[in-house]
């Protein structure tokens, strides 16, 4: 029989183990997940909003990027409200530190 301690290890590494499947999982499915997103939005603004959005490519760019192409937001029977040729971005995950001087 185990004692207290060996069944929280045992549970911690269970759930450690969980978890870091699940981050893997997520970045090795997150084109998909992208794609997804995109076509949820483009429904909800055709809609909701009554306008045609669509993005021509989107994809991530190392860990930290993503890059779209061709982004175009229509309102119906009315003129293009924007087009954007080309975006990027890249997200920071470091924790931002501010320094309060008096």
């Given at each position: 029989m185990r004692t207290k301690k060996q069944k929280i290890?045992?549970?911690?590494?269970?759930?450690?183990?969980?978890?870091?499947?699940l981050v893997i999982g997520v970045f090795i499915?997150?084109?998909?997940?992208l794609q997804k997103t995109i076509v949820e939005i483009s429904h909800?603004?055709?809609?909701?909003?009554?306008?045609s959005f669509s993005i021509k490519k989107a994809h991530?760019?190392?860990?930290?990027?993503?890059?779209?192409?061709?982004?175009?937001?229509?309102?119906?029977?009315?003129?293009?409200?924007?087009?954007?040729?080309k975006i990027k971005t890249h997200i920071s995950f470091g924790i931002c530190s501010q320094n309060h001087s008096n």
């Open positions: 290890i045992l549970i911690a590494k269970i759930v450690s183990a969980f978890f870091v499947l499915f997150r084109d998909a997940l909800k603004m055709d809609r909701d909003y009554n306008s991530f760019e190392g860990i930290t990027g993503i890059e779209m192409n061709d982004i175009i937001l229509v309102p119906k029977q009315m003129d293009t409200l924007f087009r954007i040729e």
